[in-house]
């Protein structure tokens, strides 16, 4: 009986759906979807993402801060003494100059930017990170995360912010949106 | 209701409806109604009006679990004009706007769901497999498609932003002539 009914509800939900469907194409433009496949297949990538442009409408809208808000910006404000405070620089220690190969394959970098965006992830689920910690110091490893820290930034995967009461930078979660422009500091 | 007193209200509405108060932009019939009382959608029509004069379009999106309830729709002001083919998105890259484009075309025709399946393998025409899998996490994430046991549906970004029409014919009629066009 129980399973009878649980099939009678299976049924039903797929009759629903169907004239969901039904409702939804009499409503709008018929298209042939094999004469859309066969465009989609001999438009390049260029005029896809065209014919997408001409059809986004951006959402209008204000965003506004909070006095709540506004009144933590200007605590953080206020604490930050070192402002228009230049920190004098440290002498550049010698260094010895040399010229090293480094080639990253796709292949290795596709599995290797997998690992180390679920490390990543994981570590600034806890909280910011100093992106000076993430890079470390050996020279060849330093120069491979950097770039995968940039791309992962430019993915929206995490997301890079500088914080001015320490002049450092740091890893945070992704806010949703990818950071535009991602500078690789080595 | 008096002329005037109509008029206040739709222009209450109007600037509630243009501040974003929360994650996502516009507001749900239950705010506005709140707002202007229980024949809020005869007020809407004002509202609509003032938003043409301003090149701005309501857009309705009804909730996904009661379709049919307005009070529980989203209502959002949108340009009336496209975004176009030069300006483009700034943190959109033009492959991930070319595979919303395939994405959404396929979900509008096939009736608003799609395996993921079916759907990478026709991305495979056009990307690799790893960038592909990292453009679904990120239009995912930006609420353009969402991801539901193995399936990819409209997300609510589409519903407010992709006018379904313009993009299907403007993918019928512009991008194979591209195409096919000699450079």
């Known amino acids: 009986m129980i399973l009878d009914a649980a099939a009678v509800n299976a049924v039903s939900k797929i009759v629903s759906h169907q004239n969901d469907w039904l409702s939804y194409q009499f409503s709008r433009v018929q298209v042939d979807p094999y004469m859309l496949l066969d465009k989609i297949r001999s438009s390049d990538i260029e005029s896809l993402s065209r014919a997408f442009m001409s059809s986004v409408h951006l959402p209008a809208s204000v ?3 909070d006095s709540r808000r506004l009144k933590r910006a200007a605590d953080y404000w206020i604490e930050l003494t070192a402002w228009g405070k230049k920190e004098s620089l440290e002498a550049i220690p010698e260094l010895q100059i040399g010229l090293e190969e480094f080639e990253l394959l796709t292949d290795d970098i596709e599995k290797e930017l997998q690992s180390f965006a679920s490390w990543l992830k994981e570590k600034v689920s806890n909280g910011p990170i100093l992106y000076e910690d993430v890079l470390g110091n050996d020279g060849k490893e330093r120069v491979k995360r950097a770039f995968l ?3 992962l930034c ?3 995967v995490i997301s890079i912010r ?14 949703g949106i990818p950071d535009n422009s991602v500078a690789v500091v080595l | 209701m008096e002329e005037e007193e109509l008029k206040g209200k739709a222009k209450k509405l109007f600037s509630y409806l243009l501040v974003q108060r929360h994650s996502q932009p516009g507001c749900k019939g239950w705010e506005l109604k709140r707002l202007a009382g229980k024949n809020y959608q005869e007020i809407l029509k004002i509202v609509s009006i003032m938003a043409d004069e301003a090149n701005l379009k309501l857009v309705v999106v009804p909730d996904e679990e009661q379709k049919d309830d307005m009070d529980k729709a989203r ?3 949108v340009s009336k004009d496209a975004i176009g083919e030069k300006e483009g998105i700034g943190w959109m890259r033009i492959e991930e706007a070319a595979s919303l484009a395939i994405i959404l075309s396929q979900l509008y025709v096939k009736g608003t769901m799609e395996s993921k399946k079916a759907i990478e393998s026709l991305l495979l025409e056009k990307l690799p497999g790893w960038r592909i899998k990292q453009i679904i996490a990120k239009l995912t994430r930006l609420g353009y498609i969402e991801e539901d046991a193995g399936y990819i549906k409209i997300g609510w970004r589409s519903k407010v932003e992709v006018d379904r ?18 450079s």
């Open chain 1, 162 to 175: 500088y914080d001015p009461s320490t002049s450092k930078y740091v890893i945070v979660q992704s806010s």
């Open chain 1, 63 to 65: 965003r506004q801060i």
């Open chain 2, 75 to 77: 209502y959002v002001f």
């Open chain 1, 154 to 156: 430019s993915s929206g």
């Open chain 2, 165 to 182: 029409d313009e993009l299907l014919t403007s993918i019928l009629s512009k991008a194979g002539k591209e195409a096919s066009q000699p």
């Open chain 1, 149 to 151: 820290v940039s791309y």
